[in-house]
């Protein structure tokens, strides 16, 4: 079988059939795409017919040029799932890839701002203006649902309820209700009153938030935002849009919230997935633990 047969194939099972987010599907085509180039470039088999001797030469070339063990790791899950199913739709006859074993690596657990970090940041967009009035209702919003920079970028004013105080969030196939403490839910109400209908392009625009040009705000327009504001309060931590979700399911934790719920807000298929949040919260525990002690 061709190599652009086998990666078309792949591709469009993950699409059609898995139902692979973007970010899954532009991770594992980007690694295929590369191992395909990488045999071409060497003399190795196609594909289909790579060896388990070959793919155990592929992953320590990664290694060898320097790659990260989660890239490494990224990468033996691209192709165990390549070869699991072409094995499935037996379009192989054994799957090579059953001895590729990911390194275990150490979990790095998530930066968080503390409460006060976070209110320094949010004050930071002064509503002057039409751009502060915005700026400061997604921060709001950011820090209030937890929801991903891609899910706040998505929102359409549809998905919007004041009234009950709460946003509709979609994600993949899924959509979930978050509620919003009064000063987000404040923020949100003055941008749609007082500011968006003079920022759209067109009376029919469905974006929730919209840059200057009046269409839906970009994931890039976002980060650049953010990091304007990082700068503004003279922040000195790392600050990305994931940063205001780390810290809403940290701050949460930390004042007795459930982590079933937390999951739920978070949208988390795994519970494993929110759990990260509680041995950040223990690590800060006993990093205060270890500080004002006097015996420790």
């Not at 196609?46 to 290694?63: G, K, N």
């Not at 203006?129 to 209030?144: I, N, S």
């Not at 759990?275 to 006097?294: E, G, I, R, W």
Request: glycine share 4%; proline share 4%; hydrophobic share 35%.
């Amino acid at each position: 079988m061709l190599n652009s047969e086998c990666i078309e194939l792949f591709e469009s099972f993950l699409k059609n059939e898995k139902k692979a987010s973007a970010n899954t599907l532009s991770s594992y085509m980007r690694d295929i795409h590369q191992f395909a180039a990488y045999q071409e470039n060497n003399g190795g088999s196609p594909i289909s017919d790579a060896s388990e001797e070959e793919l155990a030469e592929y992953i320590e070339h990664l290694r060898q040029a320097g790659k990260s063990v989660a890239t490494v790791s990224r990468n033996i899950a691209s192709l165990k799932n390549l070869y699991s199913y072409l094995t499935l739709n037996r379009m192989i006859e054994r799957n090579p890839s059953t001895k590729l074993v990911p390194e275990k690596s150490t979990q790095k657990l998530p930066q968080i701002l503390t409460s006060k970090e976070v209110d320094l940041l949010l004050a930071q967009p002064e509503c002057i203006d039409a751009k502060g009035y915005r700026d400061r209702a997604m921060l709001e919003l950011l820090y209030a649902t937890g929801i991903r920079v891609t899910e706040l970028i998505d929102l359409n004013i549809t998905d919007v309820n004041l009234a009950e105080g709460v946003i509709r969030c979609h994600s993949r196939d899924k959509e979930r209700y978050i509620p919003m403490y009064p000063k987000a839910v404040k923020a949100l109400s003055d941008y749609l009153e007082l500011v968006r209908p003079q920022m759209i392009a067109m009376p029919d625009e469905e974006a929730l938030f919209v840059n200057v040009g009046g269409e839906r705000m970009s994931r890039q327009g976002f980060w650049k935002l953010i990091k304007h504001y990082q700068k503004k309060a003279k922040i000195e931590k790392e600050i990305t849009p994931h940063t205001l979700r780390h810290s809403f399911a940290a701050h949460l934790l930390e004042n007795g919230a459930d982590i079933h719920a937390i999951q739920e807000m978070l949208g988390h298929a795994d519970i494993s997935s929110t759990q990260v949040y509680s041995q950040l919260v223990k690590k800060q525990l006993k990093d205060v633990y270890n500080m004002a002690h006097p015996r420790a």
